[in-house]
């Protein structure tokens, strides 16, 4: 996943301090200047930093797995992701490949993506995680063939509550469905085809 998209959360300053003073060592004598400890930092010097949050404050929402895969999805490696010591519900989507579709009979369906639908799933995921107050996200959608009964998409939302969690889960599906280039190639059990989601 890019790192770029997905910074690493911003030590506070206390946590900036406790580690300046673990790299620098011992407190400066009294009449000593603090740049007289802390010179000897050189490019090797590894920082021991604890990020913790301020009290009371809102821990960002990460997206654990945003994935485009071709093999089958794992709907406990998704729950697994967003089960973090804050989460205290988790909602999950599971879409599967149903046997019928407008009363047509389904006999079998294949899902194919776009070259930026990866890209583009990541980024509708990091959308919700900003907008909404959850802990955690993941996310895993097929591509290639598929029969009746696999799993086509896993989406999991990690929240402190109920509420949070099944708001989340269930706009995270419904803009992965409007925004991401992955079409559905259905063929029905008398021999007709269909594409659905080609714009």
């Known amino acids: ?23 620098a060592g011992p407190t400066p004598a009294q009449g000593e200047s ?20 301020e009290p009371g404050a809102v821990v960002p929402a990460r997206v654990v797995l945003a994935d485009i895969r071709d093999t089958p999805l794992s709907v406990d490696e998704c ?11 988790i909602a999950l989507f599971v879409g599967t490949v149903c046997d019928h579709d407008s009363g047509r ?34 996310v895993a959608h097929r591509t290639g063939h598929l029969r009746v009964g696999e799993t086509a ?27 991401v280039p992955i079409w559905k190639h259905q063929i029905f059990e008398d021999g007709a085809a269909e594409w659905v989601g080609a714009r």
């Open 1 to 23: 996943m890019d790192s770029t998209r997905f910074p690493a959360p911003v030590p506070s300053a206390g946590a900036l301090a406790r580690a300046t003073a673990r790299a």
């Open 34 to 53: 603090a740049t007289n400890v802390s010179h000897d930092l050189g490019p090797d010097t590894e920082l021991d930093i604890d990020i913790e949050p």
């Open 79 to 89: 729950m697994a992701a967003v089960l973090l010591p804050d989460v205290g519900g």
């Open 105 to 138: 009979g389904v006999a079998e369906l294949a899902y194919e993506a776009h070259p930026r639908a990866a890209a583009e799933i990541e980024r509708v995921a990091a959308e919700v995680a900003a907008g909404a107050s959850v802990r955690a996200i993941a």
């Open 153 to 179: 998409v896993v989406v999991a939302v990690g929240a402190a509550h109920r509420a949070e969690a099944f708001a989340a889960c269930r706009r995270l599906i419904d803009d992965i469905k409007e925004q």
